[in-house]
């Protein structure tokens, strides 16, 4: 059974950082590209960012390109989402997800039950 535990969420103002983790379980998590998803209150899930199994290549959506940063230790079957420069607009309910990059409209239904992103003055 795949288990997604995501951890790290918090309240913080703009401009700060946090740095989200997600521990996997239950399924072989270095064969497996992973992504981040997030959905903020009243909207639906937005993806957020992919790597690959090797972290050979990532992909990031515009709104969080350059702030962002995904990273993830095959050894320790845990996955990263650095955030940086945080906006009062990242403020959502952040998921990762066993899924790689997908251009098109594609579910993340295998994900874990989020941790809570709140940046508020």
């Known amino acids: 059974e795949v288990q997604l535990v995501e951890s790290g969420g918090g309240l913080v103002r703009p401009g700060g950082s946090l740095r989200l983790s997600c521990a996997a379980s239950?399924?072989?998590?270095?064969?497996?590209?992973m992504s981040w998803v997030r959905q903020a209150p009243g909207k639906g899930l937005e993806w957020v960012s992919s790597?690959?199994?090797?972290?050979?290549?990532?992909w990031y959506a515009d709104s969080v390109k350059g702030r962002f940063t995904i990273s993830r230790d095959n050894a320790l079957n845990t996955l990263y989402l650095h955030l940086n420069t945080l906006k009062t607009e990242d403020t959502a309910m952040y998921y990762c997800?066993?899924?790689?990059?997908?251009?098109?409209?594609?579910?993340?239904?295998?994900r874990g039950q989020g941790t809570q992103v709140t940046v508020s003055l």
């Open positions: 997800a066993k899924r790689g990059y997908c251009s098109g409209p594609c579910s993340y239904d295998e």
């Open positions: 790597i690959t199994r090797t972290s050979g290549s990532t």
């Open positions: 239950g399924f072989d998590f270095s064969s497996s590209a």
